[in-house]
């Protein structure tokens, strides 16, 4: 911009953000997608969440905000509250207090709408063929993208008659993921997505999960197994007892402890 023009910049979440310019009002939301730049908005917010069960406190007062457009790690140790916090986001438990919205929604109806969950279990139906499986997705989520599940299910090998009961572990996790990833959501949350598939397999996971999500979207990544999944994070989070102990980016938290992600996690989560 040349110099001695008077600019002001005003921001609304998530619907406009206005550049008055001489007394010229540009909209550079449309703008910026016009030329294909990407603005970051908030995604998820969590507020002051706290979730007992009984006189057990499994989230303490988490304040978190994440972004759009990025991939997040969720690193902490068993019984740290990664998966209570992963249900609440997904409404399928209630906090005891605070709040938590996605894209502004709070959990429910909407919210599903635009998450795509994968959950720490296998639980499609055993009996159900591949088939079935896809078209039982796309029927119920109107993101799901059923060209991309049976490409990668041709890539991997696995017949689409085949009922999933069939099927080996490792496979039946992958055909769960290849069915989230399939979605064109705004934010992903994933649950130990490699726990369970073999070392070998994990680079085709982990490229799956980078290939094919929505690139605007956010990926939360729940694991523990922190030195096969930190090479794709943008950003990390540490929780401890319920608590969110660090955020940060993955460039600055190197930069700053000039140590790998699962060096300091190590470090942070002795015993």
Not at 15 to 31: E, P, R
């Amino acid at each position: 911009m040349k110099s001695g023009v008077d600019f002001f910049l005003t921001i609304t979440p998530l619907k406009y953000i206005i550049l008055l310019v001489d007394n010229t009002i540009f909209n550079l939301l449309s703008m910026t997608k016009n030329m294909g730049v990407r603005i970051l908005s908030e995604l998820l917010c969590c507020e002051n969440l706290t979730k007992f069960y009984g006189k057990n406190c499994a989230l303490n007062n988490v304040n978190l905000t994440l972004e759009s457009g990025k991939i997040v790690g969720l690193l902490g140790p068993n019984g740290s509250g990664k998966t209570t916090l992963i249900k609440i986001i997904n409404g399928l438990l209630t906090p005891t207090r605070g709040s938590v919205t996605i894209d502004g929604n709070y959990p429910g109806v909407e919210s599903k709408k635009l998450v795509a969950y994968l959950p720490d279990n296998i639980y499609l139906n055993s009996w159900m063929t591949i088939t079935q499986i896809v078209n039982y997705f796309a029927d119920f989520y109107d993101d799901f993208r059923p060209e991309v599940a049976f490409e990668l299910l041709y890539n991997l090998g696995i017949s689409l008659n085949s009922r999933l009961k069939t099927l080996s572990k490792g496979n039946k996790e992958k055909v769960c993921l290849i069915l989230v990833m399939s979605r064109n959501a705004k934010l992903y949350v994933l649950d130990e997505p490699i726990a369970g598939v073999d070392p070998a397999a994990r680079d085709y996971v982990i490229s799956t999960i980078i290939n094919n999500h929505n690139p605007d979207s956010t990926v939360l990544i729940s694991t523990h197994l922190i030195s096969d999944i930190e090479k794709v994070l943008n950003e990390v989070i540490f929780i401890k007892n319920g608590e969110i102990v660090l955020h940060n980016s993955v460039s600055e938290i190197m930069a700053e402890h000039d140590k790998s992600i699962d060096e300091l996690f190590r470090e942070v989560f002795r015993w």
